[in-house]
């Protein structure tokens, strides 16, 4: 059902500064991990994954750290564009459970200011 | 952009009506996923689909109930809707994932659903 009165938690950056979000996750299992950028009123939409066997991963304007130890993830933002204006989603799955499930974090509202 | 579409976009209904919410894919993904989202909240995976013929109830709990009678079609319906249905509903395929991997699920629109 609806929820009201629930507030995402929010980022608000300036037009070119670097953004950092970040996410804490709860399976020791999962091995993949992936961030999803959701914009109003679409559906979300693949931003960049990394493999638990992995530190680092880099895209383009994109990098996702992963620090197991902690189970904390960050998905940094270079140079950020009015673009990026939306909510931000990390997910984790377990691959070894073969149900290929993802489980789904609290998003991020990002506000690029110009 | 990921080929998998939704209708309708949006949808206004009264207590105790059938409705279908519709997905399609044309990516030949064998599986395919519902989700619910309440506004600025997370997903919660409600149904997924392996293959043809193939449903599994997600973590939350919903009264909803789906069907995968064709690869590219995962329609979701609810038998009497109420307010308490009132939400996104987001559906999104992959193809079936190799050993130790995953493969990205690729996101439809969504149903913007009010149950009056």
């Known amino acids: 059902g609806e929820s009201v009165g629930l507030h995402l938690p929010t980022l608000s950056v300036q037009e070119g500064d670097n953004s950092i979000i970040n996410c804490a996750y709860s399976?020791?299992?999962?091995?993949?991990f992936i961030w999803y950028k959701q914009e109003s009123g679409k559906g979300p939409q693949f931003i960049i994954d990394i493999r638990s066997n992995m530190d680092k991963r880099q895209g383009q304007r994109v990098t996702v750290l992963l620090n197991k130890t902690v189970k904390h993830l960050s998905l940094q933002i270079a140079a950020t564009q009015p673009g990026d204006s939306a909510v931000y989603f990390c997910a984790e799955t377990d691959s070894g459970a073969g149900s290929y499930q993802l489980t789904f974090g609290k998003g991020t509202k990002l506000s690029v200011i110009p | 952009e990921a080929d998998i579409y939704q209708t309708p976009r949006y949808l206004v209904i009264g207590t105790g009506k059938k409705i279908t919410l519709e997905c399609s894919q044309t990516m030949g993904h064998d599986k395919m996923y519902w989700y619910q989202q309440d506004p600025g909240m997370e997903l919660h995976l409600i149904h997924y689909?392996?293959?043809?013929?193939?449903?599994e109830k997600g973590d939350l709990s919903s009264e909803s109930t789906v069907s995968r009678i064709r690869t590219e079609h995962f329609p979701l319906t609810l038998e009497s809707a109420r307010p308490s249905h009132t939400s996104q509903y987001l559906c999104?395929?992959?193809?079936?994932?190799?050993?130790?991997?995953?493969?990205?699920?690729?996101f439809g629109p969504g149903t913007r659903l009010t149950v009056l």
């Open positions: 689909s392996y293959g043809v013929n193939s449903t």
């Open positions: 399976n020791s299992a999962s091995d993949y």
């Open positions: 999104a395929s992959s193809e079936r994932p190799g050993l130790s991997s995953y493969n990205e699920q690729f």
